[in-house]
């Protein structure tokens, strides 16, 4: 059966190099029948490899399976526009998820709007239902993963995140990976070795979306106001969140997501170099 963890053996497998069906079929240990399945499955459910049969229709026929090119990622003017905004900005100041949101059909979205002193009230909620929705994969944009650290009564979203990993559930989280984030980074990649599973993977990279997509079927995307400075609002920030389920935007998204994360680096590799640094 086609779990969480042979998903990513075989991703894993094909992103150092294209591979034909019999390979992957021999890594994995099952028949060519069965591998080319787990492949067109992947293919249809991820999109993060894709496949080309050459000398089709002959007894020679080769099927090689290589890692998705992202490259055309946009199929509108409208997401060509935001694909480059995203790319290019760092901070979450230089991109309004709104921008998103008002393309979206009617239908297949949703917005919250919550006034709080702190992110972790106003959040906590929301980040524990998108994450508990999830059954095979969550792909998470993230500024230094500090909401891991938000809690209610004795509850963690780190607890939650504990939870997904020991039931085989995929994580993949770009952030930054830097001095100020580094115990939340650490703690995170704990869960692995917690649970004997390489089921988190998480990778350096500047961006300015706080966004999660989980099982290729949503995305939600969060927005913080800054108090304007009249008297009632002085102490407290307004926290948007959209709700998308549109295949189309989710799929964009989804792309989005893996073309940064395959030119990022690797956090492990990152927290190696910040050890050399001594404060």
Same mark, same amino acid.
């Given at each position: 059966m086609l779990n969480n963890e042979l998903i990513k053996k075989i991703e894993d497998f094909v992103y150092s190099k294209p591979r034909s069906v019999q390979e992957i079929a021999s890594y994995i240990g099952k028949n060519w029948r069965t591998a080319d399945r787990y492949i067109s499955e992947i293919e249809k459910n991820y999109g993060t490899i894709a496949t080309r049969v050459f000398r089709e229709g002959t007894r020679g026929a080769l099927k090689i399976v290589y890692w998705a090119s992202v490259e055309k990622i946009s199929s509108s003017v409208f997401q060509e526009k935001l694909e480059e905004e995203i790319l290019r900005a760092r901070k979450k100041e230089d991109f309004s998820a709104f921008d998103i949101f008002q393309y979206v059909n009617e239908k297949n979205k949703q917005v919250k709007v919550k006034t709080e002193k702190s992110e972790e009230i106003a959040g906590f909620n929301n980040v524990k239902s998108i994450l508990e929705k999830a059954e095979k994969k969550i792909l998470i944009f993230s500024g230094n993963l500090s909401f891991i650290n938000f809690q209610q009564k004795d509850k963690k979203i780190l607890d939650i995140l504990d939870a997904l990993v020991k039931k085989?559930? =995929?994580?993949? @989280?770009?952030? $930054?990976?830097? @001095?100020?984030?580094?115990?939340? !980074?650490?703690?995170?990649?704990?869960?692995?070795?917690?649970?004997?599973?390489?089921?988190?993977? @998480? %990778?350096? %990279?500047?961006?300015?979306? $706080?966004?999660? @997509?989980?099982?290729? &079927? +949503? +995305?939600?995307?969060?927005? !913080? &106001?800054?108090?304007?400075? &009249?008297? =009632?609002?002085?102490?407290?920030?307004? +926290?948007? +969140?959209?709700?998308i389920k549109d295949k189309e935007w989710v799929e964009w998204l989804t792309k989005i997501f893996w073309k940064m994360f395959s030119s990022s680096i690797d956090a492990k590799k990152r927290l190696m170099e910040l050890e050399k640094i001594k404060q």
């Open positions: 085989g559930i =995929s994580v993949k @989280i770009l952030c $930054r990976v830097d @001095i100020a984030g580094k115990k939340n !980074i650490e703690n995170v990649l704990a869960l692995n070795y917690k649970h004997g599973k390489e089921m988190v993977e @998480i %990778r350096h %990279r500047e961006h300015p979306l $706080r966004a999660t @997509i989980v099982d290729n &079927k +949503f +995305f939600d995307i969060k927005e !913080i &106001k800054e108090p304007t400075g &009249k008297i =009632s609002e002085l102490d407290k920030k307004i +926290f948007i +969140f959209y709700n």
